[in-house]
């Protein structure tokens, strides 16, 4: 079955940076659109970022434009985030996830994704 999992979340001070990865498995990676999602304590899931097929493209939440960058390694299945100059509203469980009909704009506007990972626990401190 499919799977993403993420990894790399954790405890940081406002300013510094993580880099979150997602492993994927049991999906012909390269046919679908790869995005982060995340989701602060009492808030509705968010977009972040998302990727082309063939990393030609990538879209950003204006929140974290020239902050955070998305990539992706289809030879090894993974999607990146690469998280600077983090700022304490950045708190959220981070969730990857991968759809196969969408866009990179309209997996921002629609999250009715295919598949989603478990996420993993980003805190930054002030």
């Known amino acids: 079955q499919v799977q993403l999992v993420e990894s790399g979340g954790g405890l940081v001070q406002a300013g510094g940076s993580l880099r979150l990865s997602c492993a994927a498995s049991?999906?012909?990676?390269?046919?679908?659109?790869l995005g982060w999602f995340r989701q602060a304590p009492g808030k509705e899931r968010e977009f972040v970022a998302s990727?082309?097929?063939?990393?030609?493209?990538?879209y950003y939440a204006d929140s974290v434009k020239g902050r955070l960058t998305i990539s992706r390694d289809n030879a090894k299945n993974m999607v990146y985030l690469q998280m600077d100059s983090l700022r304490p509203e950045d708190t959220a469980v981070y969730y990857c996830a991968a759809d196969r009909r969408k866009n990179i704009v309209t997996v921002a506007s629609d999250p009715s994704v295919d598949y989603w990972g478990q996420g993993t626990q980003v805190t930054v401190s002030s």
């Open positions: 049991g999906l012909t990676f390269n046919n679908y659109v």
């Open positions: 990727i082309s097929r063939g990393s030609t493209s990538t």
